[in-house]
């Protein structure tokens, strides 16, 4: 019978007061933050977005939430708000209520996703979210890209280049996005069963949360129209919900099984 990772009273004490050693997780997971956004090529991963890449510095929120509650998850992900409004370069996160809002809620909706989406349910979001993303990357997403690529938008290397004559293909043969995204989506169903499900799905809601949650307070605040809203949260979204589970589940495994040991 599985165990799962947290009892209720470990829940409710989570709830109620830090412990030492929810202060030591904090401070680990949101300096972890911090050095994605500060080293160039982890924080940020070459992506088909029209960016060129994909964010990482909310996966630490999540792992946060879901391995040790979702004060723990808030606080990492206060940490990560922080790093973003003190090194904004856009307007958008000079606005604290969008640089923090979303960001301290990713840990904490992952927690709850993964507490409360286990088993089947888990499964199935888990594999439509990962094929509408693998459909999104080589289908809209790479139109996006290869049009920043041709425009000297994003800086070359070898991922980049190697995406950009995958996508060079894929333009070509429309078909093949839909046949990648049905074949990962079912792949994805087989893989996430078990124990992996839990930690797929709030990797999900956590990236989620941080897209949907910024992109919502920027229409609110500055206007944007639903399209460009619809655009980013698409090409960016989805991407980064690919890139947090993939390093997410390993992870959530590797802690599950130093632990009971």
């Known amino acids: 019978m599985r165990t799962p990772l947290h009892s209720p009273a470990t829940a409710s004490r989570g709830l109620v007061r830090l412990t030492t050693h929810d202060v030591v997780i904090t401070g680990m997971l949101g300096a972890l933050a911090i050095v994605l956004g500060s080293i160039p090529g982890l924080g940020f991963i070459p992506a088909p977005t029209p960016a060129g890449s994909a964010t990482t ?3 630490p929120a999540i792992l946060a939430g879901i391995l040790e509650g979702p004060v723990v998850g808030a606080f990492v992900g206060f940490i990560f708000g922080f790093f973003s409004f003190t090194r904004a370069t856009l307007p958008f996160f000079k606005n604290p209520l969008i640089a923090f809002g979303p960001r301290i809620l990713i840990g904490v909706l992952a927690f709850y996703a993964f507490t409360l989406l286990r088993g089947r349910y888990a499964r199935v979001l888990s594999g439509l979210a990962l094929g509408a993303a693998f459909y999104t990357m080589l289908g809209p997403g790479a139109a996006r890209f290869n049009q920043a690529f041709a425009e000297g938008k994003i800086k070359t290397g070898w991922v980049v280049n190697l995406f950009h004559t995958i996508t060079s293909f ?7 996005p839909v046949v990648v995204g049905l074949l990962a989506a079912y792949g994805a169903y087989r893989v996430l069963g078990g124990e992996n499900a839990a930690p797929a799905v709030g990797a999900i809601i956590g990236t989620l949360t941080n897209t949907v949650g910024v992109l919502g307070l920027i ?3 500055f206007g ?4 460009a809203v619809l655009l980013v949260g698409v090409t960016h ?3 980064e919900v690919f890139l947090a ?3 997410t589940v390993p992870i959530y495994r590797a802690v599950r099984y ?3 040991t």
Do not use: D, Q, S, Y
Request: proline residues 12%; glycine residues 4%.
């Open 57 to 59: 510095m909310h996966i």
């Open 170 to 176: 894929t333009a070509t043969n429309p078909w093949l």
């Open 219 to 221: 229409k609110v605040f």
């Open 224 to 227: 944007w129209p639903w399209e």
């Open 237 to 239: 979204g989805l991407p």
């Open 245 to 247: 589970v993939v390093v």
């Open 258 to 260: 130093i632990r009971r």
